[in-house]
């Protein structure tokens, strides 16, 4: 029993020594771990805070058109681009967007976020490819004869914007045809199990922003506290 007493001892002084030197490293490691979250968190955030208060509509209504298959985090960006890309002027366009990518995405088997932000982007840039990626064929050249005869002009006569305006309505055409011939099993229980994984990650995306805006909080206090100590003493 002596020696199975002493085999401990030795063990917990292998055991403690062998923590003195890890010890200080896990800290180490767990600290640049915590501060690599926060900096993305922050990220999120910003990107998230500032989208919100440059969008002259909510996004709530949004939720309800995609069926709640997109996150709030992801149509906050993606609005905030359509509006900036002069994709959507409006509440109602942004929702009709939304909606349309939704249904596309499941049918190509894509994120329903992905596919917001491809359309988004593709509207924007005027991009056929990235339409084509998405199954949505269409060809600039029908969409500027189309859109010439409907002003009464010639395509050589279309000025960029212009131009821009005619990619922009066949577009929309197209996408908003491609997501009327797909069907889509709101009810069922992959869409439950969908809109839960989505639920999940917005009340991860929540507790993101909570910490980082607690964290912002508490680094502003204590810089304004040094920043005062740093006065006093000279």
Do not use: C
């Not at 491809?118 to 050249?141: E, F, H, P, Q």
Request: hydrophobic residues 45%; aromatic residues 4%.
């Amino acid at each position: 029993s002596g020696k199975g007493a002493a085999g401990f001892d030795l063990v917990g002084m292998a055991g403690g020594k062998l923590m003195s030197v890890l010890g200080p490293a896990a800290l180490g490691a767990s600290l640049m771990s915590a501060a690599s979250w926060l900096g993305d968190a922050a990220e999120k955030t910003l990107q998230y805070e500032t989208a919100l208060r440059n969008l002259p509509f909510g996004i709530e209504a949004a939720q309800v058109a995609t069926h709640g298959l997109v996150g709030t985090q992801a149509l906050a960006v993606s609005a905030s681009q359509a509006v900036a890309l002069g994709v959507v002027k409006t509440q109602g366009e942004f929702n009709q967007l939304a909606s349309d990518a939704s249904k596309i995405a499941l049918k190509l088997g894509v994120s329903s976020e992905q596919m917001l932000g491809d359309l988004t982007t593709a509207l924007g840039r005027g991009s056929a490819m990235i339409l084509d990626n998405a199954g949505i064929i269409l060809k600039v050249s029908d969409a500027n004869e189309a859109y010439a005869k409907a002003i009464g002009k010639t395509v050589s006569e279309l000025n960029e914007q212009e131009k821009k305006t005619a990619f922009q309505l066949a577009a929309m055409k197209a996408i908003r045809e491609s997501a009327d011939a797909t069907t889509v099993a709101y009810d069922g229980q992959a869409a439950a199990i969908s809109r839960a994984r989505v639920s999940f990650g917005n009340f991860t995306d929540a507790i993101e922003r909570a910490a980082s805006n607690a964290a912002g909080s508490i680094l502003v206090a204590a810089e304004a506290a040094t920043d005062s100590l740093v006065s006093y003493g000279e």
